[in-house]
């Protein structure tokens, strides 16, 4: 999607090193100058020499190792990401005042992370309410990421647009979407969401 890509290998993504990433270019000579400066700037002297500013982002060659061995069961991720959004979407997918993150046309999504809004007006409960049912019963969820322009550290700064990423903030919800997940702790968590639904209560 451009001249480089970066990728997570955080601890709670499909493929992990317990930490760190990977910078993913085509451009010989800016990969040149990345792993330059992630090796910490250093001059091919015999001893240590620093003609510019460096960093220390290398990923260490034993957590390289692990992120390299689960590449072989990267497939069979995806595809366990992929059946536990299908069946939350069974699930949830056609109560009112909820949406789940649509596929785009121009790609496969790996659905690392099954995340819904909920619209409280159609819902009939908010995302905190549901948030706090799934706690109460064990299952943790949580937001989706605080916009930026919302964080302490950038309290005063100029701000254009942010009103979608507000929006999401304010309805989304992270629900658990581990590889390992079984079909009945879905099915439990579908439950417990679907006990929110203000609309249910009041029809049944």
Same mark, same amino acid.
């Given at each position: 999607?451009?001249?480089?890509?970066?990728? *997570?290998?955080?601890?709670?993504? =499909?493929?992990?090193?317990?930490?760190?990433?990977?910078?993913?270019?085509?451009?010989? @000579?800016? /990969?040149?100058?990345?792993?330059?400066?992630?090796?910490?700037?250093?001059? $091919?002297? $015999?001893?240590?020499?620093?003609?510019?500013?460096?960093?220390?982002?290398?990923?260490?060659?034993?957590?390289?190792?692990?992120?390299?061995?689960?590449? *072989? !069961?990267?497939?069979?991720?995806?595809?366990? %990401?992929?059946? =536990?959004?299908?069946?939350?979407?069974?699930?949830?997918?056609?109560?009112?005042? +909820?949406?789940?993150?649509?596929?785009? @046309?121009?790609?496969?999504?790996?659905?690392?992370?099954?995340?819904?809004? =909920?619209? @409280?007006?159609?819902?009939? #409960?908010? *995302?905190?309410? /549901?948030?706090?049912?799934?706690?109460? #019963?064990?299952?943790?969820?949580?937001?989706?990421?605080? $916009?930026?322009?919302?964080? $302490?550290?950038? /309290?005063?700064? %100029?701000? !254009?647009?942010?009103? &979608?990423?507000?929006?999401?903030?304010? %309805?989304?919800?992270?629900?658990?979407?581990?590889?390992?997940?079984?079909?009945?702790? /879905?099915?439990? =968590? +579908?439950?417990?969401?679907?006990?929110?639904?203000?609309? &249910?209560?009041?029809?049944?």
């Amino acid at each position: 999607f451009g001249d480089f890509a970066v990728l *997570s290998f955080n601890g709670n993504k =499909i493929i992990t090193t317990s930490g760190g990433g990977a910078l993913l270019s085509n451009d010989e @000579p800016a /990969v040149r100058r990345a792993r330059h400066l992630a090796a910490q700037a250093r001059d $091919p002297a $015999p001893h240590y020499q620093h003609s510019q500013v460096g960093y220390n982002y290398r990923l260490s060659n034993l957590l390289a190792a692990v992120g390299r061995g689960q590449l *072989s !069961v990267l497939d069979e991720r995806v595809e366990a %990401r992929r059946a =536990i959004f299908d069946r939350y979407a069974a699930g949830l997918g056609e109560l009112e005042g +909820v949406a789940l993150m649509p596929e785009a @046309p121009y790609g496969r999504s790996n659905r690392w992370l099954t995340t819904l809004t =909920i619209d @409280p007006e159609d819902f009939g #409960a908010t *995302s905190e309410v /549901v948030a706090a049912t799934l706690a109460r #019963a064990s299952v943790e969820s949580r937001p989706v990421w605080k $916009p930026l322009h919302r964080q $302490p550290l950038f /309290v005063g700064c %100029r701000v !254009v647009g942010g009103r &979608v990423a507000e929006r999401l903030f304010d %309805r989304g919800l992270c629900l658990p979407s581990g590889s390992a997940l079984t079909n009945h702790q /879905v099915d439990r =968590i +579908v439950d417990l969401v679907r006990g929110c639904n203000g609309r &249910v209560a009041e029809t049944g």
